[in-house]
């Protein structure tokens, strides 16, 4: 080692160690070049058809003195053409050669066939090929030579044409038909309206609606299937387009026959699916009348009330039918393909992404029904809305305000907002309304807490026992805070009374001389601000009294002496 690191100074242990484990693994590694030829396979070219007046003569598989299939194609479509223009009435034969089956027209060579064009799947032979060939050679022969018959080709035209005039007479007829059905149903619908319910109505209409697009898809469908007939049967007149007649013939067959045998096969999976749906059917109209007749009171369960009965059966029916699609989809047809699995998650997708919000209030409106926070019907406030309940539904709950505004809130925002319900105890204790003045410091709080008393006397709707009450809530750096709280009759009756009571604090204040300011001032001004009696009525107040059946000057309750 000490040798050949003074011969090669660098080069030391570990790199002589690398380089000679580099050199073995080359040598002993196997010969890529022949592993990978022998595990390619031969590649065979592309069949080529040889087509001739829109019509197969032969199938070209393997090359044939140095041409491909296509190139084979190509060369022996031009050489029949040159042919049979040369030889239009001769005759089709075959030869055995060294090279295979060679087809001839008019004792001239056309074309060959070989042992590589035979499909060895369908194991027919060289001979058999062969004769197929000649089969399609005379039908093209034939179908040139009518070409060019004129009598032939009027015969075609006016057989077309005939064909046209009857398709036409259909659409003709197809439209008539729509015109004179269609005005008949609208007018069954009116004639029976007048005998009918609006639900009644409703369904009419909707099956009358439903019978006119029926009629329409009908229309359709007979129009489409004698356009396919009618150029069916054009096509089949002409001889260069004799196959493509042939085409869609047989297309349609294959279609009819697919069709009807899917039918039967399915027959089975329908009647399991009709079963099932039935069972459905049966099931969710038991539910929805169990809870039909807890809602009406029929049947009385502690823990379910009206409108939880109500949401609860909504639910049980979507559950069962929900159940129920389970159970149909793998009996569904089409339900394996990968068409109707895409679709499906299509579908689920879109529900995932559109439906959050959507289930958060769906979530949000059982919360609701089921806490029996609120019920149809009860006057609350929710933020800066107040009114009565109409209905409490999944997504969103519905509010009539004082002032004839229907309101509609997502059930979202009343889990996340304050809920005031008014009328809960309004039964039992009744609802308490609060309305706050602030005076300042210089009027006796005895005399404010009489006048705001007496104020709560003189208001209707507003009930004498438990009787009115003041309270001071703060004693700020300019005034008193003072509240007055008193008893309600009718929560719905909330912002009238409450307006009435603010009129009859100012009247009172007015009439004793308390100005009701909140001093926010460093010297009082020379007079008090008040509004004289004399002036309660000044252009344009009208000279009657707000508060009904009280007369000008009159004050029920405890009357007190003026200063």
């Not at 064009?117 to 197929?132: M, R």
């Not at 009358?208 to 029926?214: D, I, V």
């Not at 026992?465 to 809530?473: C, I, L, R, S, W």
Request: a positive charge; charged letters at 15%; glycine letters at 8%.
């Amino acid at each position: 080692m000490t040798a050949l690191t003074i011969v090669f100074p660098g080069l030391n242990a570990r790199r002589l160690a690398g380089w000679l484990l580099l050199g073995l693994t080359i040598m002993l590694a196997p010969s890529p070049v022949a592993g990978a030829d022998a595990a390619v396979p031969p590649t065979s070219p592309e069949p080529a058809v040889v087509v001739v007046f829109n019509r197969p003569v032969a199938v070209f598989r393997a090359p044939n003195l140095g041409f491909n299939p296509k190139q084979r194609a190509v060369y022996i479509e031009e050489r029949i053409a040159k042919l049979i223009g040369e030889y239009p009435a001769g005759e089709i034969g075959t030869r055995a050669t060294s090279e295979g089956m060679v087809i001839t027209i008019g004792g001239e060579r056309a074309f060959a066939l070989t042992l590589g064009d035979i499909d060895p799947i369908e194991g027919e032979t060289l001979e058999q090929a062969a004769q197929v060939s000649m089969k399609e050679l005379r039908d093209v022969m034939w179908a040139m030579q009518k070409q060019r018959e004129w009598p032939f080709l009027i015969k075609s035209m006016l057989l077309s044409l005939g064909a046209t005039l009857i398709f036409g007479g259909v659409v003709w007829l197809v439209q008539r038909m729509g015109r004179w059905v269609i005005p008949r149903v609208n007018a069954l619908v009116r004639r029976m309206s007048d005998h009918l319910l609006k639900g009644g109505y409703f369904v009419l209409s909707q099956a009358a609606y439903f019978t006119r697009w029926l009629l329409r898809i009908i229309g359709w469908i007979i129009v489409l299937a004698g356009a396919y007939f009618w150029m069916t049967y054009c096509l089949g007149q002409f001889p260069y387009t004799q196959p493509w007649a042939s085409h869609l013939g047989g297309f349609m067959t294959s279609t009819l026959a697919s069709l009807l045998d899917s039918s039967v096969t399915v027959l089975p999976n329908l009647f399991v699916v009709v079963v099932i749906a039935l069972a459905a059917l049966m099931l969710a109209r038991i539910v929805r009348g169990f809870f039909q007749a807890v809602q009406k009171g029929q049947i009385v369960i502690s823990w379910l009330d009206t409108q939880a009965a109500k949401a609860t059966g909504r639910i049980a029916v979507v559950v069962i039918w929900l159940f129920a699609a389970v159970m149909m989809y793998p009996y569904l047809p089409g339900s394996g393909s990968q068409a109707f699995k895409g679709v499906s998650v299509f579908i689920g997708l879109l529900i995932s992404i559109g439906a959050s919000g959507v289930v958060g209030q769906f979530t949000g409106g059982l919360v609701l029904m089921y806490s029996k926070a609120l019920k149809p019907g009860e006057y609350v406030r929710v933020g800066e809305h107040e009114g009565t309940v109409l209905t409490v539904g999944f997504l969103s709950t519905k509010i009539l305000t004082p002032w004839h505004e229907e309101v509609h809130l997502p059930n979202l925002m009343l889990l996340n907002t304050s809920l005031k319900n008014y009328s809960r105890l309004a039964g039992k204790e009744g609802v308490i309304v609060h309305t706050t003045v602030t005076i300042g410091y210089n009027t006796p709080w005895r005399q404010v807490q009489g006048l705001l008393l007496e104020a709560a006397g003189r208001t209707p709707g507003l009930r004498r026992d438990p009787a009115p009450f003041v309270h001071q809530k703060a004693l700020s750096d300019f005034y008193v805070e003072y509240q007055l709280n008193a008893t309600l009759d009718e929560p719905q009756r909330r912002v009238p009374t409450l307006s009435v009571l603010h009129a009859n604090i100012q009247d009172l204040f007015n009439e004793y001389g308390v100005q009701i300011m909140s001093p926010r001032y460093v010297q009082d001004p020379p007079e008090k601000v008040i509004v004289p009696k004399a002036r309660w009525y000044d252009a344009p107040a009208a000279a009657e009294p707000t508060n009904p059946g009280q007369k000008p000057g009159s004050a029920s309750g405890s009357q007190r002496e003026k200063p």
